[in-house]
């Protein structure tokens, strides 16, 4: 990531390996826009959050934070994912005894944040129409992440940012950019967007709606799993912590809890998407986790008596809720937002 931010030796060498990647990425969408490969529409609207960049830019805390509002306001909402990091196959719905190896950890801990129905996919479609199928009461279908996958047809679009912006504005592997900024919308996808900056800092020339990141609750690993709210952190001030993440930015997550004035003996930061196999901290250690790391740690095993979960609440602007309640009322024009 450090090497994204600029054009320096590396970002060059790799340049042969973007063009590469761009004259693949160009086929993928010449074949859909010419008709070779298939474009579902489904029948209901699709809503798909995404990042345009690689390494978490806070597109899951997005979602999370869009589910409430869409809950909030009425809507009957479902929630399609590849479901990343799973070892499942084919299609896989929700459901009360779902494991992060079945459906993904982000999928797994945006089920258990919402109750919202959820499924798993290769094909997004398969997966959406799958949900259709036993939920026919759903209005709008929203897509985790998928702003690069062009088989389904989207109504609209929310492009997620952090402060890093457009790094060098070059694509993968030479620049985090997963896709080209000049590519046109699909047919029967729609070009309606909107821009989020998901930590507040407006970081690219693109016009949007700033968010704040908020880390104010723990919660212990069991009671956590048990829906349980927590307390709040400044209660857990009065004693040493190792604090432990698999994410695309964990040192973001240990200076987020330092900024709350906990003091982090150790910091454990692991690959994106860790599995937790074997636990990186000693029996009976005191830690603090992010929900995406929680979802894979049962809180009978051992090791994790000790263990607390750190919440990420995401609260985008007032002005966001009302850019996005526009469009959903012309896309669904039956509904009447409570």
């Known amino acids: 990531m450090r090497h994204w931010q600029g054009r320096g030796l590396l970002a060059w060498a790799l340049r042969p390996l973007a063009g590469l990647y761009r004259l693949l990425t160009a086929f993928d969408r010449w074949r859909h826009r010419v008709g070779l490969a298939r474009i579902e529409r489904l029948p209901v609207p699709v809503l798909v959050i995404g990042n ?18 869409l809950q909030r306001w009425g809507l009957k909402v479902g929630v399609v994912s590849r479901g990343h990091g799973r070892s499942s196959r084919g299609v896989r719905v929700a459901c009360a005894s779902s494991s992060a190896s079945e459906l993904g950890d ?3 801990l945006i089920a258990r944040r919402t109750r919202v129905p959820l499924a798993v996919g290769e094909r997004r479609a398969d997966a959406a129409r799958r949900l259709l199928g036993m939920h026919p009461e759903l209005q709008l279908i929203v897509c985790d992440d998928g ?41 029967g996808s729609s070009a309606a967007h909107l821009v989020l900056y998901s930590d507040g800092v407006a970081s690219t020339a693109l016009p949007g709606f700033m968010a704040e990141r908020e880390l104010r609750r723990a919660v212990p690993l069991a009671d956590w799993w048990r829906g349980e709210p927590g307390v709040e952190l400044a209660r857990l001030r009065d004693r040493a912590w190792w604090a432990c993440a698999g994410l695309a930015q964990p ?10 004035g906990l003091d982090l003996a150790r910091t454990l930061p692991l690959a994106d998407h860790a ?3 074997t636990l990186p901290w000693p029996d009976g250690t005191a830690v603090l986790v992010t929900e995406k790391d929680a979802v894979k740690l049962d809180p009978q ?18 002005a966001f809720a009302d850019a996005l309640r526009e469009p959903l ?7 009447t937002p409570d």
């Open 147 to 187: 702003l690069q996958h062009h088989a389904l047809a989207r109504d609209l679009s929310l492009w997620v940012f952090d402060r890093r912006g457009l790094g060098n504005g070059w694509l993968l592997p030479a620049g985090p950019l997963r896709q080209d900024r000049k590519h046109a919308p699909l047919p």
């Open 275 to 277: 599995p937790f196999a």
């Open 301 to 318: 095993r051992a090791g994790c008596a000790a263990v607390w979960v750190v919440p990420l609440d995401l609260r985008p602007e007032p």
């Open 106 to 108: 982000e999928p797994l």
């Open 52 to 69: 345009w960049i690689s390494g978490g830019a806070g597109k899951t805390p997005t979602l999370l934070a869009v589910l409430e509002l």
């Open 329 to 335: 009322r012309r896309l669904i024009p039956t509904w």
């Open 251 to 260: 040192q973001a997550f240990f200076a987020a809890l330092q900024a709350q």
